[in-house]
């Protein structure tokens, strides 16, 4: 007697992704390392616009990709994600340690030895200028600076569309007699 078997059917096994192509995905450590390596840069900048000193900023920037980094494919949009936390941590380190606050503070961070290296002269004025605003105006400035629209700056610092463009707009005036700018000049 012979025994008959049943023909074995194939099953399609779900074919997993190479630890490469996993790497390279939307959320994976490449698309990370590649995000840090671009924006780590523009994120110390904007902190320093809010008025940390270079030493503060880039701590700050260093703590909000760390922070960043196991949920990081869940982070929808990552540049305005990593600006709030990265407030946050400045505001956590200023003076302030012991008092936290949501406001920016009312003076910038201590001079820096590095600041004449990072900055360049021009540079240096403009982060002084922005400086002397009023913290509302600064942060504001800020988020416009890393070209942020005025609608995503109200989502952002929980405001309104028209608060933002009151605070630009003083900003840019202020910033403009500051700077020794004429009308037409962009600051």
């Known amino acids: 007697m012979s025994e008959q078997r049943a023909p074995v059917q194939e099953q399609s096994v779900p074919r997993r992704q190479s630890a490469q192509t996993a790497l390279r995905a939307p959320g994976g450590r490449l698309d990370f390392a590649l995000f840090y390596s671009e924006h780590l840069a523009m994120l110390t900048r904007f902190v320093m616009r809010l008025g940390a000193s270079p030493h503060e900023a880039a701590e700050a920037a260093h703590v909000a990709f760390v922070e960043a980094f196991p ?3 869940q982070i929808t949009t990552p540049r305005a994600w990593l600006r709030t936390v990265a407030t946050r941590v400045f505001l956590r380190q200023t003076g302030l340690r012991d008092q936290l606050t949501d406001t ?7 001079e820096c030895p590095l600041t ?3 900055l360049k002269d021009e540079e240096q004025h403009v982060y002084a200028a922005l400086g002397m605003l009023p913290p509302r105006q600064r942060q504001v400035m800020a988020w416009h600076l890393d070209g942020f629209s005025h609608s ?8 309104t569309v ?3 463009r009151q605070n630009y707009a003083r900003a840019r005036v202020s910033l403009k007699r500051s700077l020794g700018l004429t009308a037409g000049d962009q600051p």
């Not at 920016?104 to 201590?110: E, N, S």
Request: no cysteine.
């Open 116 to 118: 004449a290296v990072v």
């Open 152 to 159: 995503e700056i109200s989502a952002e610092l929980g405001t």
């Open 104 to 110: 920016v503070p009312d003076q910038p961070g201590g």
């Open 162 to 164: 028209e608060a933002v």
């Open 71 to 73: 949920k990081w494919s």
